[in-house]
């Protein structure tokens, strides 16, 4: 009995193989992700958007990051040909700290190409600490708003 429970529960699951790979592969060609969902006052942490795949006119809509400030970001582009199509894969790292504590969300990024939209899920940060103070402008550069 346990060998032919133990042939059936091996043979279901090579027959579902094609099917979940297939399933866990139609990913959409927008993935967004932070570094880390938990951070303190302070500390940086990275956003980053992947888009992969083959577009006639995309329009990209990035999220804002209201609560959050942008230390830096930075963008890669890769493309590949393949008979006619054209493959272009785009990495865009944007590094976050967040200057209060609380929980904030990103919201989603959305790419638009002819009738399609495809967006990512909303990241939802916690941060704890204390909140930063600001920094104080030296007075000649007040005019100017630059910051030391």
């Not at 963008?75 to 008979?83: P, T």
């Not at 939209?117 to 939802?124: E, L, Q, S, V």
């Amino acid at each position: 009995m346990y060998r032919f429970v133990n042939i059936l529960c091996i043979g279901t699951a090579l027959l579902m193989a094609p099917v979940l790979s297939a399933h866990a592969q139609a990913e959409g060609p927008v993935e967004a992700k932070v570094s880390k969902n938990k951070v303190a006052t302070g500390e940086l942490f990275t956003y980053s958007l992947k888009i992969k795949g083959s577009f006639a006119l995309p329009k990209l809509i990035l999220p804002e990051f209201s609560d959050l400030k942008v230390v830096s970001t930075n963008q890669a582009k890769n493309y590949s040909f393949q008979g006619n199509a054209t493959k272009v894969e785009v990495v865009i790292n944007c590094v976050l700290v967040a200057v209060k504590p609380g929980v904030f969300t990103i919201k989603p990024a959305v790419l638009e190409d002819k009738n399609k939209k495809f967006t990512t899920a909303p990241i939802t940060i916690e941060v704890t600490g204390k909140p930063l103070k600001e920094k104080r402008k030296i007075l000649p550069y007040i005019e100017k708003g630059t910051e030391i």
